[in-house]
Each structure stands twice: as C-alpha cells, then as structure tokens.
C-alpha cells in the first residue's frame, strides 16, 4: 500500500514556473514507476509524464516536451515534476500515480494522490 500526497500547485501566471511535489508513505516506494497526470473539468485523466522506479528512464508528453521534467529522489520517497514557460492551457489539477510497471496510461497505475490545482493566467 502507498499513499500519496501532493503539493506545490498554486495560481501562476504565463510564462512562469511551478514546481509539484508527491511525496509517498511506505518502504516500496523505489519499487514503483511514477507518473504524473492531469485533469481539467469535463475531460479525462491525461498522461504528463512518468519515470521509472530508479530514475533512469522518463517519458514527458508531446504537449510539456521540453517544458516539464519529472524527477525524483528514492531517499525522500518523493517525486517531482518541475515545470516552467507555463501555458494556460496547463491549467489543470494534477495527479501523481505509482503503479508496478508505469506507462502513459490511468489504467497502468494502482495508487493515486488527491491532486493539486494548478491554475495559469494569461
């Protein structure tokens, strides 16, 4: 079992930088890929990004290439997703997920956290 937390989401404006933090409870953290994920109203969970449970391997979708970078420290049992040159269209709550073998997809991950607001303005 592994419980997530989320935090570091706020109001920021275009072009700006944020930096989300999960932090999970449990030994096994290292034991887990880890993934971020986003929602806004009326849409489906979409895939950001996700790195594997060393830290060796990340996929960042096509849409934050370039922009986001998901991190994370085994130590700290905390995974990071920096983001900068935030767009409006960014504006989402966002979720981090572990799940044993990762992937771009929801149905790949086992836990999930409550989620933190990110909201851009123009």
């Known amino acids: 079992q592994v419980q997530l937390v989320e935090s570091g989401g706020g109001l920021v404006q275009a072009g700006g930088s944020l930096r989300l933090s999960c932090a999970a409870s449990?030994?096994?953290?290292?034991?887990?890929?880890m993934a971020w994920f986003r929602r806004t109203p009326g849409k489906e969970r979409e895939f950001v990004a996700t790195?594997?449970?060393?830290?060796?391997?990340?996929i960042h979708a096509d849409s934050v290439k370039g922009r986001f970078t998901i991190s994370r420290d085994n130590a700290k049992n905390t995974v990071y997703l920096q983001m900068n040159s935030l767009k409006p269209e960014d504006t989402a709550v966002y979720y981090c997920?572990?799940?044993?073998?990762?992937?771009?997809?929801?149905?790949?991950?086992?836990?999930w956290g409550q989620g933190t607001q990110v909201t851009v303005s123009s």
């Open positions: 997920a572990a799940g044993p073998t990762g992937g771009t997809t929801v149905n790949s991950y086992l836990y």
């Open positions: 790195i594997t449970s060393g830290g060796t391997g990340t």
């Open positions: 449990g030994r096994t953290f290292s034991r887990y890929d």
